[in-house]
């Protein structure tokens, strides 16, 4: 089974940027569409962003336009690039993993805490 960690979190101001990583192991990533979630206290487990197999992506309305999603195969890793933050992004961010895009998503990792200040 896929094992997922999140990294890159941080604390940043209204307008700056983060780049999230989600490294995988155990399996080859690419073979996984990757998904991006976030829960912010109080709320439900959103998904944010999903990389397909194919290399298409997905993004949630309230992202779209600053948040890319990305692939690098070599290091088994996906990566979730955040701009123009803002402090409704505030949230504990999760990476996990859907089999040939099929299925329920499998490998959470612990999350990597993002916050922005107004």
């Known amino acids: 089974q896929v094992q997922l960690a999140e990294s890159g979190g941080g604390l940043v101001q209204a307008g700056g940027s983060l780049r999230l990583s989600c490294a995988a192991s155990?399996?080859?990533?690419?073979?996984?569409?990757a998904g991006w979630f976030r829960q912010a206290p109080g709320k439900e487990r959103d998904l944010v962003a999903s990389?397909?197999?194919?290399?298409?992506?997905d993004y949630a309305d309230s992202v779209k336009g600053r948040f890319t999603i990305s692939r690098d195969n070599a290091k088994n890793t996906v990566y979730l690039e955040m701009n123009r933050l803002k402090p409704e992004d505030t949230a504990l961010y999760y990476c996990?993993?859907?089999?040939?895009?099929?299925?329920?998503?499998?490998?959470w990792g612990q999350g990597t805490q993002v916050t922005v200040s107004s």
């Open positions: 996990a993993a859907q089999f040939l895009g099929v299925g329920t998503y499998t490998g």
């Open positions: 990389l397909w197999t194919s290399g298409s992506a």
């Open positions: 155990g399996r080859t990533f690419s073979n996984y569409r």
